[in-house]
Every structure is written in structure tokens, then in C-alpha cells.
């Protein structure tokens, strides 16, 4: 490892602020193996000892992400697979199996009377020996677990001026503990995400403080017209004598105020209802709604304890007004409720970085991106978030379903009915489950929690998981599994995890077998995922390059874990041979498989779009996966450098508000409204034309009605005699006054995909006959032109961009893809987004996309357009045209 310089002066000493009820994060650690710091606990945490040689990390990084803050590797461990070399020990030995030493300094103020200062642990991997001033005040045994919240009062240890915290942090196989594991998503870390990951605070309070502050509202449906709230915290007397506090505050503006008398060490659930507050009961209450259904107003609960007249600690949380329900439809699917409406579940599986690291402005970023794809919900398989993950899901109205990852030791006893969790697994279980109920339960964006995912728990530990719940006032579904198994306190879970994982056509999802388009699918997808050129080359050496185009059968090592079933490509690399043609180089490839993703990522979500009131409808539908965890092949909407390709736009498409689509089972052509207005008054044109743009059949609708959160079959496009092999169907979908509200444009064949239902398997159906798009690869090059402006909106840059296909051209311009550089050849501009991209356009028609992202001083940004038949062009960005504040 590289050495560092003396660390002790890198960091200033954290200052802990001594106002009661304030919470001080410990934002920056001194790191460093135990193999090379091996004195003793209460010598590491003493003022005297040197830290000369030790790592300088930030707050909640793990061992890699803090070895990586230091540039401790050479080479990009998300490059190639120089992330083996980091697996394999060198020759000072392996990094990761000895357990190492975080220490931090904290600086406190003279503390007034009866202060106490707590030190909070909010989630550590896998365990820790805490030491403070050379005292040990836990052990791993105690602090064990990656979501456990543990909290000590280290008052008596502590001092005025500079006071030392260290922590041995043991090392975790997911396997054996009960941590955060990869399973086939990626390789395993190289350090199973050993360290502080959820950080950790060090609190002032008084002799009495108050924690895990709720609201629960009941509300009246379906008027909306009245909510009822009740507010709850928990009191502690931290002392050896009794006090009376006086626990007041405003819950969405009402006062609250009541006295308690706590014994010494005492703990009470103080509580406030209607009954004792009128002002609890609302009327006219502002509603949560989901994202597309409606506003996320939020209120605020603000809360404080006060002995002999002197504020002892404060405690503060938001909440929403809405109701969340679920039930089983008639075919035994879940079904989910929000404010008395169904709503159809779209969205996609969440991953955090692979090594953990904390990056607010990348999560701000990521929600956008969910957002921009026109989803509504986010599903955590484990790798559960902090605060911050949740309350951009409450402002942004973005539904959270949260639970326990598969497989590994979370999954162990499911698999074994139980026989391999000890006491004190079953005790960091439900210690895990009560430290996410309190930190998700006031989350208006969260709407159910899953206690098993590939697996429901044994009856022992379901029973723990969901006694636990209660106890914490969980008023939301639990889902007994992600896949179809019940359990006897949740009952069946509606869910259905019958694949696929990997290739297969757009037609497959309207099916009424396995993975299609009914009931709700919790984790469901075609499988790879192709970044677009400039990714492959950040994260492929120029051998996995070729091996990508060349080699079907080549195992890659960013498509899956070495040993998944997925390491390889072949299905995909297969399909896309037979239905485009054999690729002829990396660009054809990926050209290729753009066209692919996007038309199989819009079927998907089309497919549940279609059916969501169908007789036997489909209620929900998880993206298997949102985005990546490293730069990977397989499974996301957006890649890891955020750069918007296929999946993306095709995911887009499907989901917009107002819809109008074709299906692959039926030819029908469908409008979909996600939004709860009806919609009247709208105009739809059809057209399917051929290869060469003649139109072979048109139909233009008028005065369509189209009902809220419903769907509306407007025609059957019937078969057409002579028709090219691969044609084209256009769909568009405007208002009254003809503004555009839905573009669609399909490439399909006279030859249809025929499925092997026979021999389907878990993540995979096989194909028998393959659809004809061959003939794409025969257009003659598109001409176009374009035109971009930029303008100032506030801290955003405004890019609007108008492609047009002169009446001249030759051929449609199939699939246009829009980039900003910074300038000619530089560096894009991500994150980005896009109101439209990958668009197609026959000759005469034109198109205005903008793009919103970030205001950069860029000298002059330039616009690319690239496509399937379009040579690509650059063109600079007109001046900036005026700011608006």
C-alpha cells in the first residue's frame, strides 16, 4: 500500500456543538488495518498516540472507499478487471481479513449541568470494539449488524476540549453475517463493505431526551375531506433521579404540550391523539400523492423536552397525509392503494455504489433520472439507504418498497428452515428491523416493506420480523417475499418472481405465462443492457471490447459475477444476430443493441400499461435493475456514468403520463393515463408505412375520451397484404388544439417471435423463430439538420434542439440520438435530461427535444446527433439567450 504522510493535521478535530438536542456527525475518520496499528483499544484512543501513516477517509466510507479516497490502488478498479488484483493479497498480505481501526477527534465545549453526551452508531459492517478516551464502552458482539442503530451514553468518559473515539471494525462475509452482500449483481467487494457505512453522531442532550418521533395519519376516504393524527415520542431520563419534563411542540402547526414524570433511567412513549387535541383532527388536509397522480405536500413535527424550565433535547421529523392499502386481486396478485386509488407500481431495483461511498449531488441526481423515466416507484432489495434516500422520495413523490436482500445470511434460514441462525442472529434481525421501521415509517413515500425476497422467512423469524413491526407502529403492507411464498402472519405476497432475467422479444410480455404482463412482477427484465460507445470504452480493455461483438460466448467480467449464470452474453448476442444481422464491429454492435433495449424496455412497461384494468390486470412491475453498482452490461435503465442510452428512452417512452402505444399481442393500439384527469377531447393518428416510408394504412381518431388512471383500446391495425417484412408503425396522440402529448414510432416484422414456453427456466425462455429486422441494416443514409439554443433557467442550463428531415431525404431517420459535449469531441455534459432522445423521423418532419442539466461555464457546448442511419454532425449551441431567476 502507499504510505501517507502524517494524518494527524489532514483534518481538523470535529466540533460538537453544545446546544442540547443537537446531533454532530463524525465526517472524517484516521483509518488504518490492525495488521499495522496493533496496539490496544485504549491506547489508539488516547490523546497521546500517534496516528503517523494513517488514512484520512471521510465520514461513512468503508475500508475500499477510504483506500480509494487515497489513491492507495493505481490502476481504476472499475476498469477491466483490475478489480482482481485488489482480491488477490500482495505481498504485505490480504487487506481485508484483519480487522481494522477508525479513529476520529471531537472537540466539546464546557457543558453545563446535567448534559449528557450520547454516541450514536448508526450501522456498522460487520462489527465494532467502540473506545472513547481510552475506555472500552462496547464490543462486536454488541455492535453488530449493518442497520442496527446503537446508542451509548459516554458521558462519564468524555471531557471539555479534545476527546478521542476508535473503532475496531471487524471484518463480515455476507455469507455468515448479517451485512450487505452483491450477490450476481457484480463481484463481491474486496472488502465485504467493512466499516461505518451509515456513520456515526455524537449527540448533546439534557437529563431527559427524546428520540424516534411519528405521526400516523388515518384518513377519511374516499372524500380526502378529514385526517386524524396521532403523534408519538419516546422520553428517556438519562439520570439517577426522577424528573418531570414538559414535552410540547406543533405537529403540522397545532400545539402539543404534556408533563411526565420519569423515574431514573426511565423511558416512556409519550403520546398525543384527537381525544386530548382537537386540533389533530384536520379538515381539508393537503394529500400526498404519488408522482403523476397529484402534489407531495409534507408537514413538519417539531418537537422539544424541557426540565425545570431549560429545553433537555428536541426532536423533529416530516410527515405526509395519505393512506396506503393493498389487497389481492381475484387471481391472487397484490394490488396497491394509495389515497383509495389503485395504483399500477413502475419501477426499477435501487443499487448504492458498490464500496458504499456517500455522494449526495449523485443522489440528487438519480432521483431525477427516476423522474425523467416517468417511474413511481424505487424497490431496495437490502443495500437500504439513509435519511436523505427517503426524504427525496417523500419530495419528489417517488414510492419507496423496502426489505431484506436475498440469499446470503439474510436468506440462509430460509433455505434451512432456521438452523443457521444462532441467538444472536435472531438478535441483530430484530434489532435490524426495528432501526428501519423507525427510520421508514414516517416516510410518506415508503409503502411496504418486504421481510424475504428470493425466499420468505422460516415461521420463527417471520414471526420476529413482523412482531417487530407492530411493536414499532407499522401501519404499512409486509410482503411475506418478493417471490410467490407466503407466511402465516403476512399471508401470501402477491408477488410473482418467475423471471426473465435474460433475453427475450417485446412480445413475450403480453403473454399470460410467467414473467408477463399480469399481476405484479417484483423483479423482472430482458437482461443486458449495452451502455453506449464512450462507456464501454471507460470501463472494457480493448480485448473485452472485442469480445464483446465477436465472441458470444465470451464471459465478461462486467456483465455479472464470475460464476452467474449471466457472465455471458450469449442469449442477447444471439438475438440480436438473427433479428438485426451479425454484428460487423463494436459501433454496429452497439448500434444494435440500442435499437434492441429501447424496443424491449418500452414493451415491457407497455405491456403492465395495457393490462393495468384488464380481467386479470397487471398491478405493479420492478425494472430489474434502476441502475448499477459498477460499470456493468446487465440490468439498468442508466449506466453507472449516468449517460442516458436505449433502455433509458425506451423506459420513457412507455411511461409517460398520457400514452399512446401498440400491442404485440393483439395489434391493438392502446392510450394510457397514468394521471388522475380525464383527458377529452384528444386526437390520435395511426400510420404503418414500410421500409422505404410508403404509408400503407392510415387512421386519424378525434374527440377521444380517455378516463383517469385507465386505459383505452382504440383500434386493431388490420393485417396488411404485401407489406415490406420490416415496417413501421407511427403513432401520435395530441390535444384539441393539436399540441403534442405522445410520439411512437415501432420497427416490426412480418415474422414474429415465437417462444419455446416448453422449456422456459427460471431467467430464461428459449426462441424457436426469430423477428426479420434485417432489412434495417439496408436503409439508405437519412439526411437531417438541427438547430440548438441555450438559455438560463435559474441554476439550469436550457438546451432546446430541433431536428429536422428535409422533405429531400431519402429514408427515415430511425433512432436519433442527442449528446452535449463541452466542446467539439470533449466530455458530455451528465447528468442530463432530456424531455425526448433516440427519436425517428421521416422525411418532412421535425422534432424539438430540450435538455435540462446543471449550469456549467462551458465556453461553447456543442451539440452531436447521431442515429441507426444518420451520419453524425456536430453543431454549437446558440448564445445564451437570457437568464430568468
Not at 402534489?295 to 424541557?306: G, I, N, S, V
Request: proline letters at 6%; glycine letters at 6%.
Amino acid at each position: 500500500m502507499a504510505s501517507v504522510a502524517h494524518a494527524q493535521a489532514t483534518y481538523a478535530p470535529t466540533q460538537v456543538n453544545a446546544d442540547a438536542g443537537v446531533v454532530t456527525t463524525i465526517d472524517h475518520w484516521l483509518m488504518q488495518d490492525s495488521a499495522k496499528a496493533q496496539q490496544s483499544g485504549a491506547d489508539i484512543s488516547a490523546s497521546r498516540f500517534s496516528t503517523d501513516g494513517w488514512y484520512p477517509v471521510s465520514g461513512r466510507a468503508t475500508v475500499m472507499a477510504g483506500l480509494l479516497e487515497n489513491g492507495v490502488f493505481k490502476n481504476d478498479v472499475f476498469y477491466a478487471d483490475n478489480l482482481r488484483a485488489v482480491q488477490v493479497p500482495d505481498a504485505s498480505g490480504n487487506l481485508f481479513v484483519t480487522p481494522w481501526w477508525y479513529r476520529a477527534v471531537f472537540t466539546l465545549a464546557k457543558r453545563a449541568a446535567q448534559t449528557h453526551t450520547l454516541l450514536r452508531a448508526n450501522g456498522l459492517i460487520a462489527s465494532a470494539d467502540v473506545w472513547v478516551n481510552g475506555h472500552q464502552i462496547a464490543d462486536h458482539a454488541e455492535v453488530a449488524g449493518a442497520y442496527p442503530v446503537h446508542e451509548f451514553d459516554v458521558t462519564r468518559w468524555i471531557h471539555a476540549g479534545a476527546n478521542i473515539l476508535a473503532m475496531q471494525v471487524h471484518p463480515g462475509d455476507p455469507r455468515k453475517s448479517l451485512s450487505i452482500g452483491w450477490v450476481d449483481w457484480n463481484p463481491t467487494p474486496p472488502d465485504n463493505n467493512m466499516g461505518p457505512w451509515r456513520g456515526v453522531d455524537i449527540v448533546q442532550t439534557g437529563p431527559v431526551t427524546l428520540s424516534f418521533p411519528q405521526v400516523q395519519s388515518t384518513l377519511s376516504l374516499p372524500d380526502l375531506a378529514r385526517a386524524t393524527l396521532t403523534v408519538k415520542v419516546t422520553a428517556s431520563n438519562l439520570d439517577t433521579v426522577a424528573h418531570d419534563a414538559t414535552i410540547a411542540g406543533t405537529a403540522a402547526g397545532v400545539p402539543l404540550q404534556q408533563t411526565v414524570h420519569l423515574a431514573p433511567g426511565q423511558t416512556q412513549v409519550v403520546s398525543f391523539s384527537s381525544a386530548t387535541t382537537p386540533g389533530l383532527t384536520m379538515n381539508h388536509p393537503k394529500i400526498w400523492w404519488p408522482v403523476g397522480m397529484g402534489d407531495h405536500p409534507l408537514y413538519q413535527l417539531e418537537m422539544t423536552a424541557a426540565v425545570d424550565g431549560v429545553t433537555s433535547d428536541r426532536a423533529a421529523t416530516t410527515f405526509g397525509v395519505r393512506s396506503v392499502s393493498s389487497s389481492l386481486t381475484r387471481q391472487g396478485y397484490r394490488q396497491f392503494f394509495v389515497n383509495g386509488k389503485p395504483v399500477l407500481i413502475r419501477g426499477g431495483g435501487w443499487a448504492p455504489d458498490m464500496f458504499l461511498r456517500d455522494d449526495p449531488a449523485r443522489m440528487d441526481a438519480e432521483f431525477s433520472y427516476v423522474l425523467n423515466l416517468g417511474l413511481n416507484t424505487i424497490r431496495s432489495e437490502g443495500k437500504l439507504e439513509n435519511q436523505r434516500f427517503y426524504d427525496l422520495a417523500d419530495r419528489n413523490g417517488i414510492m419507496i418498497l423496502a426489505g431484506w436482500e436475498c440469499c446470503d445470511k439474510w436468506e440462509s434460514a430460509a433455505r434451512t428452515g432456521g438452523s443457521t441462525w444462532n441467538a444472536a442472529d435472531m438478535k441483530v434481525a430484530q434489532e435490524s428491523m426495528a432501526s428501519e421501521a423507525r427510520l421508514l415509517r414516517n416516510h410518506p413515500s415508503v409503502i411496504g416493506f418486504y421481510i424475504g425476497s428470493d425466499n420468505a422467512p422460516p415461521p420463527p423469524i417471520a414471526k420476529m420480523y413482523v412482531d417487530t413491526l407492530r411493536a414499532e407502529d407499522w401501519s404499512l403492507p409486509i410482503i411475506s417475499a418478493a417471490a410467490d411464498q407466503p407466511t402465516a402472519q403476512t399471508g401470501p405476497s402477491g408477488m410473482k418472481m418467475a423471471g426473465p432475467y435474460d433475453w427475450i422479444p417485446p412480445a413475450y410480455w403480453y403473454a399470460d405465462k410467467l414473467g408477463g404482463a399480469f399481476g405484479f412482477d417484483s423483479e423482472v427484465s430482458a437482461g443486458a443492457d449495452i451502455p453506449r460507445m464512450e462507456d464501454l470504452q471507460r470501463m472494457l480493455s480493448p480485448q473485452e471490447q472485442e469480445a464483446l461483438w465477436k465472441y458470444p460466448q465470451a464471459r465478461q467480467y462486467h456483465a455479472s459475477a464470475d460464476w452467474s449464470t449471466f457472465a455471458v452474453l450469449t442469449p442477447f448476442d444471439n438475438a440480436l444476430a438473427k433479428r438485426y444481422g451479425t454484428p460487423r464491429n463494436l459501433a454496429d454492435y452497439v448500434a444494435k443493441a440500442q435499437l434492441d433495449n429501447y424496443d424491449n424496455t418500452r414493451a415491457q412497461f407497455e405491456a403492465f400499461n395495457a393490462h393495468m384494468d384488464a380481467a386479470n390486470p397487471s398491478t405493479g412491475v420492478i425494472y430489474w435493475m434502476l441502475n448499477n453498482a459498477w460499470p456493468s452490461l446487465h440490468w439498468h435503465l442508466y449506466d453507472y456514468f449516468m449517460n442516458p442510452a436505449g433502455a433509458y428512452f425506451g423506459a420513457k417512452k412507455a411511461n409517460e403520463p398520457v400514452h399512446i402505444q401498440y400491442s404485440y399481442d393483439t395489434r391493438a393500439i392502446v392510450l394510457v393515463n397514468h394521471t388522475l384527469t380525464d383527458q377529452r377531447g384528444l386526437q390520435a393518428s395511426i400510420r404503418v408505412r414500410d421500409l422505404g416510408g410508403s404509408v400503407r394504412y392510415e387512421q386519424r381518431v378525434q374527440d377521444i375520451e380517455l378516463a383517469g388512471n385507465r386505459t383505452h383500446q382504440l383500434l386493431v391495425l388490420p393485417a396488411l397484404a404485401g407489406l415490406s417484412r420490416t415496417y413501421f408503425v407511427e403513432l401520435v396522440l395530441t390535444s384539441t388544439s393539436g399540441d403534442p402529448i405522445s410520439r411512437n414510432v415501432y420497427w416490426l416484422s412480418t415474422q414474429s417471435d415465437e417462444l419455446d414456453w416448453a422449456h422456459s427456466n427460471w431467467y430464461l425462455t428459449p426462441i424457436t423463430q426469430y423477428a426479420d429486422l434485417t432489412a434495417l441494416q439496408s436503409l439508405p443514409h437519412a439526411t437531417n439538420t438541427a438547430h440548438a439554443t441555450l438559455r438560463r433557467d435559474g441554476d439550469k442550463d436550457m438546451v432546446s434542439v430541433t431536428l429536422t428531415v428535409p422533405a429531400s431525404s431519402k429514408a427515415v431517420a430511425l433512432l436519433q440520438h442527442v449528446v452535449i459535449r463541452r466542446s467539439a469531441r470533449g466530455e458530455l455534459v451528465l447528468p442530463i435530461l432530456w424531455s425526448d432522445n433516440d427519436v425517428t423521423l421521416w422525411p418532412g418532419e421535425s422534432i424539438t427535444l430540450t435538455a435540462r442539466y446543471a449550469a456549467k461555464e462551458i465556453a461553447t457546448p456543442v451539440i452531436e446527433i447521431s442515429g441507426w442511419n444518420v451520419p453524425s454532425q456536430s453543431v454549437p449551441v446558440g448564445a445564451l439567450q437570457g437568464t430568468n431567476h
